[in-house]
């Protein structure tokens, strides 16, 4: 898994490094893809190609794609008049090191180029309707019906109490819809079957919503120095699960979705160990 | 003409409707969409189509989509950390309305969506490598190394006098690119062999620049009445083709792109009536 992780950023960086375009803003977008992370969505696509015994090197520009957009999303949402925050995984925000314009531009380039890689796809055995339908997903899951949508919600959902129901709109949206899209390109490339295909989907959107429930447990419990961000949820004023359910009740709620999960990977005919992993590492990460 | 800019303007409407997302921000996507334009990129898609006698309602969700990312990049661009600027088309900004956070979430929303739209394309004859080539095509002339490099370039430039090729690099890339992209993908929809895919290219390559000239000479001769805008690029310090070619020699320039342009098409074997009809109009827009 973290030879993957390697392969990510290696084919990241080659990514970047080939295009011809203005030297500040290359660095800009290259230095938000390099600024670490979890990878976990890369992750996510490689497990689920593993499930169906597929070679995880298929799934590559899709990883990297993917990445693309979560940095732009995490560019975008740390800007002054987002979240306006000065840190990310320790290091400073992309708007601190090159200014805000730069910043909205490298987030915009990101994003756009996402869509060229996966266009181009020229891997092996991946069949042009195959790529369509991963455009088409990646699009859905983070367009206006998918993360930015979960974005708008997030920030009018600033300053209030909100209702669980509301709380996790913003959240299968924000981020639940990007993490889901992993798994269905995995699936998709893999040839999987509809039935599967759904099946995997309702386990993604457990592990999505237990991610985003460990993410408020971490915002509370977790320190600045292994979290690399300041606490910003609580400066905004944001419901989060603690807030709505108790501590313990979050936490109650948290490994319920990570029981669902599970058990919808044990029915499944597939090779689970990678997705089973991934799971508990989410319902135990501390950063 | 301006029956399929009225089809385009209904079809605009209908995408983000069908849309189930937070209201403030379809509203904000909507009021950018639809605060008029000249909607010229559609116009080259349909004068295209029509060059080779194709039905131009095969290139109505390509026109949407264009008009999705050029309306997008107008509202990042009016940002108060890019231009600044309070009007738009005589309206005032998509910022100025709905603020900073919700003006970038709206241009981050339309640019995922078109992606979205080029994906399904369910229309009529258009095969799947015709549908990749288009978004690969699209991605290219509107990211890193098209639209969002030329906007990066631009703003390097501020308060710096330019050379004639680093003008010409901002311009071909920060419109040039999305109006190629226009003729491109009406000849891509039609089938074009290479030869005169290219000579279209080249063509666009023209009346791309011709547009930016004549853009530069109604910021000088222009009234903001008509303009809808106010004339930004003077606040900015921007080289401008009259400041660097004095206005005689800019409107020469721009009579030599109209020329070229023209004699490319009256030498290649199609209807190319609607697209010398656009390129007049280019060389004498006044607003």
Known sequence: MSESISHVNKELSKYIERLEMPETLKKSMDY?????????????IFATLAAFRKDIKIGLPVACAVEMIHTYSLIHDDLPSMDDDDLRRGKPTNHKVFGEAIAILAGDGLLTYSFQLLSELNELN???????????????AAGPEGMVGGQA????GENQTLTLTELEYIHTHKTGKLLTFCVKAGAILSGADTYTLERLETFANHIGLA????????????????????QSDNNHNKSTYPSL????????????????AKSILRKLPLETEQLEKITDLIGKRDH
Chains 1, 2 share one sequence.
């Open 32 to 44: 938000s893809l390099q600024a670490g992370g979890k990878r976990i969505r890369p992750l996510l």
């Open 126 to 140: 991946i069949s042009e309707t195959q790529k369509l339908s991963i455009i088409y997903e990646l699009a859905k």
């Open 211 to 230: 991610f985003q429930i460990q993410d408020d447990i971490l915002d509370i419990e977790g320190t600045s120095a292994k979290l690399g961000k300041t």
């Open 245 to 260: 359910l108790t501590l313990a009740g979050a936490k109650k709620k948290l490994q319920e979705h990570i029981h669902l």
């Open 153 to 156: 919600a997030d920030m009018e």
